[in-house]
């Protein structure tokens, strides 16, 4: 028999008798009987494998060193593995036999890197669906920006010693909705608020174009209703909003007074100062009119109207700063709901004044009311409700200051208390401010001198402003929205100093507005014509057609404009205020540039449909600017080739479809009329075959945006 040879076998480190092969299951039914050899594996039993294997071989003996290389202790030598064996499967593999499993478990404790130096056992992942679903829970929740206060704290005061453990307090019962059931319900709310203010607003501008028309009358209106605004934001709005909100802020948190005395002393400042500018302007009107339009000033009868409106609207100023103030002290205070919430009252009041001019005078297309006719009986009422609009805005404040616990006292003791030093933090926030009103003061002069020279209604400012209103929804409502959750994450990404971070931040900003911003564009550019005849039917279908074309001039320069908001959040969250002042400068002077070329080489009738054009024009040189400064800022790389493809891919996706869906609109308007029927026809179903041909087409594209959006919808509907 080959029987391997066993006379050494008790030589090895197991010991006498042992074998360092796997052992043989005895034969079935003969216990104790050797086992067959030949039913053994070939190298099992290995004679040599307990001896010294570097002394097999004389040879190899003399030439092997020992002292450098040491051979192993008999008795460790590895078994060999086993040929063929399938390797061993992991706890949580994947099962190719199911189609979506669910996920292995998380291990324990910090598994993964978070950005921004996040703990992975405390942080909590909230999805959208999570968020919609619990925005009703009424359950107090803790307060997110609570860190930004620890962390501010941290920062501007030394180190204190440890607090010794307190006693754990006793449980409080729940309180049914205490803090407005949570930051989701607040931000909720302003949310509401804002939108409710702006369509409101929307109303408000669709009820002057009906009561004035869109002539020389409407535009006399809008330049008196509009310079208060230009004066506030000139004088005191910007640097207000920038500097001294958050003065106001740091005063709650470092004075014995939790910043009350600043406050008084800051709204007693902007009430004087506010009450000063508001005397000298109202004594200024008729030049501040010819400032902004010297082709009404120039007119007699359009600058009797205009001048008077002025002097009615002028004292607007003072109650524009004092609401700001009134609502930055709530908002300092945990009050955000009444900031948003209270521009509603002063549309209203407008409406309902307007409304009663519409009344008593009839629209300006049954009126035909112009310059030379409006009553003076008219202008009072219009005058009136306009000042009393804001009157109440800021007056609603005061119950809520009231409530936040804030009582104003009049201080007039202004030195030495940091007001001269955030006056001087305000420079380059008001330059900021007057290089975009000097660009729309030249637009308001081209545009009613246009107005004037085509004899045509719809062809001036008012025009232009109502057009630009419909166009900038849009933006207000989905840019601005996006970019609010993304803003504290590049903030945060900014002041850590991770340019990576800023920068998938806002690419993502720019791809997700995308989604939504450029489809409306293309049909702002294919349905702006039965748009406006619809909303601007009351003015007259000469001036609402007037009014469509001005829209789809507008349309396209949506797109920059979209994306130099989310470019310069960019810079604001470095802190540069400097660079946005730069790039601004560069819009108006392109914009007012263009929009002069427009004026001398257009016929006046188109003149100021050329000037919409411009204004995307401008935008779109100054986001190559912003762009290219804001890369070299992160390094090079702002993640321009993945934005560009999902533009490029959204806007050859909108292209097919804004020329069938504006194709089914003009046939449905020429078929049935330019009236309101015929609007509503044309409108729905050319945005129906728009969109229907959007999605279509991006679909087969795979654009990954689109495709995430509709994912998560399809997941909130369940299907």
């Known amino acids: 028999m ?23 299951p005895p034969r079935a039914g003969q216990e104790g009987e050797a086992p067959d050899p ?3 594996h070939a190298y099992d039993h290995d004679p040599y494998r307990a001896q010294d294997l570097a002394a097999q071989d004389p040879v190899a003996e003399a030439l092997y060193d020992r002292a450098a290389h040491p051979p192993p202790p008999p008795g460790t030598y590895q078994e060999p593995q086993a040929l063929y064996q399938q390797p061993q499967a992991a706890q949580h593999a994947p099962d190719p036999r199911l189609w979506a499993q669910t996920p292995p478990p998380e291990p324990a404790g910090p598994s993964r890197h978070l950005p921004y130096g996040d703990n992975a056992a405390t942080t909590q992942y909230v999805g959208v669906d999570d968020l919609v679903t619990q925005a009703s829970d009424d359950r107090g929740e803790q307060d997110a920006f609570a860190h930004l206060f620890r ?270 030093k955030t006056v001087r933090l305000a420079k380059w926030t008001v330059l900021f401010v007057l290089a975009n009103q000097a660009g729309v003061i030249v637009v308001t002069q081209l545009a009613t001198s246009a107005g004037k020279l085509s004899g045509k209604d719809g062809t001036g400012f008012l025009a232009y402003s109502n057009a630009q209103l419909i166009w900038g929804m849009p933006q207000a409502i989905i840019t601005v929205s996006v970019m609010a959750a993304l803003l504290p994450r590049i903030s945060r990404a900014a002041h850590d100093d ?50 469509g074309f001005i829209l789809m001039a507008f349309g396209l320069g949506l797109i920059p404009y979209s994306v130099q908001y989310v470019v310069l959040r960019g810079f604001y969250a470095y802190e540069d205020t400097r660079t946005p002042f730069y790039n601004t400068v560069i819009v108006a002077a392109v914009n007012a540039a263009a929009s002069a070329l427009c004026y001398v080489i257009l016929p006046a009738q188109w003149a100021v449909v050329g000037m919409a054009a411009s204004y995307g024009l401008a935008y779109a040189v100054g986001v190559g600017i912003a762009w290219r400064r804001l890369s070299s800022r992160l390094g090079g790389d702002l993640d321009g080739a993945r934005v560009v493809r999902t533009y490029a891919r959204l806007c050859l996706a909108a292209i097919p479809a804004a020329v069938v869906g504006g194709g089914v609109g003009f046939a449905l308007l020429k078929a049935l009329g330019d009236g309101a029927g015929g609007s509503v026809v044309a409108l729905v ?35």
């Open 498 to 547: 991770d340019p990576g971070a800023v920068r998938d931040d806002i690419s993502q900003g720019l791809r997700n507005s995308a989604v939504a911003i450029v489809p409306v564009a293309f049909t702002f550019l294919a349905l702006g014509l039965p748009m406006c005849t619809l909303l601007y039917a009351s003015s007259g279908t000469e001036a609402a057609r007037s009014m």
């Open 151 to 420: 962390d501010q704290e941290g920062s501007g005061r030394p180190p204190g010693p440890p607090a010794e453990p307190e006693a754990a307090p006793a449980p409080v019962p729940p309180k049914s909705g205490g803090r407005a059931a949570g930051i989701l319900k607040s931000s909720a709310l302003m949310a509401a608020g804002t939108l409710v203010s702006r369509l409101t607003g929307f109303v408000r501008s669709l009820v002057i174009t009906a009561a004035l028309g869109a002539a020389l009358l409407g535009d006399s209106f809008t330049i008196a209703y509009t310079l208060p605004t230009m004066i506030y934001i000139l004088t005191v709005g910007g640097g207000l909003n920038s500097v001294f909100v958050p003065q106001l802020v740091r005063s709650m948190k470092d004075d014995e007074d939790s910043g009350e005395a600043y406050a008084n002393r800051l709204l007693t400042l902007v009430m004087v100062t506010l009450g000063v500018i508001v005397g000298i302007a109202v004594f200024a009107a008729p030049w501040l009119i010819h400032m902004m339009s010297p082709t009404i000033a120039n007119d007699v009868a359009a600058n009797s109207v205009a001048v008077t409106f002025a002097r009615y609207c002028l004292p607007t100023i003072f109650f524009m700063g004092v609401h700001v103030v009134m609502g930055q002290i709530l908002n300092a205070r945990g009050k955000f709901g009444a900031m948003m919430w209270t521009p509603v009252l002063n549309n209203i009041v407008m409406i309902v004044t307007f409304g009663l001019f519409i009344w008593v005078y009839g629209s300006s297309a049954e009126s035909r009311m112009g310059v030379e006719t409006i009553p003076a009986e008219g202008v009072r009422l219009l005058g009136i409700g306009t000042l009393l609009g804001l009157v109440v805005q800021a007056l609603a404040m005061i119950p809520y200051l009231r409530e936040a616990g804030f009582r104003f006292r009049p201080r007039f003791d202004w030195k030495g208390h940091g007001l001269g």
């Open 2 to 24: 080959n029987a391997p040879y066993d006379g050494d076998r008790g030589q090895g480190a197991g010991g006498a008798g042992s074998s360092s092969g796997p052992p043989v």
């Open 38 to 40: 030949y039913l053994q």
């Open 685 to 719: 179903c050319g945005s129906v075959v728009l969109l229907g041909v959007f999605f279509v087409a991006a679909k087969k594209m795979r654009i990954e945006e689109l495709n995430g959006m509709v994912g998560m919808v399809r997941g909130r509907l369940g299907r």
